[in-house]
């Protein structure tokens, strides 16, 4: 696979056999605003540069491997990265015609949460900031649409910060795309998450909560033994009170293990600015997926408590592109 043109252009490298100053803007203009990624298009460009620029890059760091669309018209693609590693992405479309793409930051994860597909890949390597963006707009290419931006696919963002940081500026820049339309998800590294508020102050925060119990939490996650409960809402409450900004709290919601009534004590510790967003887990053992009639119970309890809850419609479950799924195709290559 070539190098991808937008290393160069956006790392400032020197590109010897054309006025950089001048042609770069065209390219820019190309990839950023008209979404086309074929130099053969690049017509007011000069033929022997399109030539070269055919002959040394390519637009994109990655390729569409194959694509599937559910039944709810969620698009999952899998794309496969220069040095044959693979990653996916999804494009959702609610039912207000929006659409979000939930774009990867890692080709796998080492946070090891047991509830997450992703995790049984293990962690292969970060994602530079060309090829989160590369996702972006080949979706954009796709839908023709973009509403807002979710680094919810494979990967923990907040692990990568250097390159998530590098490509949240480029899509404000190049994009002109509204910062407070892009939501980061960790699974809580509180350090990381004090930094990221300080670079993008206006940036949406979603945590990978799933028990509100110190011990129970640290069954499923292992990086909450790194960073407790009390240190991660620490940094939350911190965050909050300072930039005013919604943070979201994931909880996915499991039979038998966090849906008791000492599960619902433990939010009585939590600041109710936090809007919680209950996650039905997605499981074939009826033992660990949560009937309607519990999981409306569950939101009804967190609402007189005083909390702000939502119950996240599930989409792209028939190709397994729902929360914490994405890992399908490795499967199956």
Do not use: W
Not at 46 to 72: F, G, H, M
Not at 176 to 199: H, N, P, Q, Y
């Amino acid at each position: 696979m070539k190098t991808s043109i937008l290393e160069d252009l956006l790392e400032n490298k020197n590109l010897s056999f054309f006025d950089k100053s001048f042609r770069a803007s065209q390219i820019i203009d190309f990839v950023f605003k008209k979404r086309e990624f074929d130099f053969n298009n690049y017509l007011n460009i000069p033929k022997n540069i399109r030539d070269q620029l055919i002959e040394k890059y390519s637009v994109l760091k990655l390729e569409p491997a194959l694509e599937k669309t559910s039944i709810d018209g969620t698009k999952k693609i899998l794309f496969k990265l220069n040095d044959n590693n693979f990653i996916e992405s999804v494009i959702l479309k609610d039912n207000k015609n929006r659409y979000t793409f939930c774009i990867s930051s890692q080709c796998g994860c080492k946070m090891g949460c047991q509830i997450c597909k992703t995790a049984q890949m293990g962690f292969h390597r970060n994602l530079d900031f060309i090829e989160i963006i590369s996702q972006i707009l080949y979706l954009l290419s796709v839908s023709k649409k973009l509403d807002n931006i979710v680094f919810m696919g494979m990967g923990e963002p907040l692990d990568n910060f250097t390159e998530l940081v590098k490509c949240i500026k480029v899509i404000a820049d190049k994009l002109k795309f509204s910062v407070t339309r892009i939501t980061v998800s960790t699974c809580g590294l509180a350090d990381k998450i004090e930094k990221l508020f300080e670079v993008f102050p206006t940036v949406r925060l979603a945590v990978s909560l799933n028990s509100s119990i110190q011990e129970k939490r640290d069954k499923i996650m292992p990086v909450s033994k790194k960073y407790p409960l009390t240190e991660l809402f620490n940094a939350l409450d911190r965050c909050y009170l300072k930039y005013k900004n919604r943070i979201s709290i994931e909880y996915v919601l499991i039979k038998n293990f966090n849906m008791n009534q000492e599960d619902l004590d433990g939010f009585k510790n939590f600041k109710k600015f936090y809007h919680i967003n209950l996650i039905p887990f997605n499981s074939s053992d009826e033992n660990m997926k949560p009937s309607d009639e519990n999981i409306k119970t569950f939101y009804n309890k967190l609402e007189k408590m005083g909390f702000n809850v939502t119950i996240r419609l599930r989409k792209g479950s028939d190709i397994q592109a729902d929360c914490g799924q994405l890992y399908y195709f490795f499967k199956n290559q």
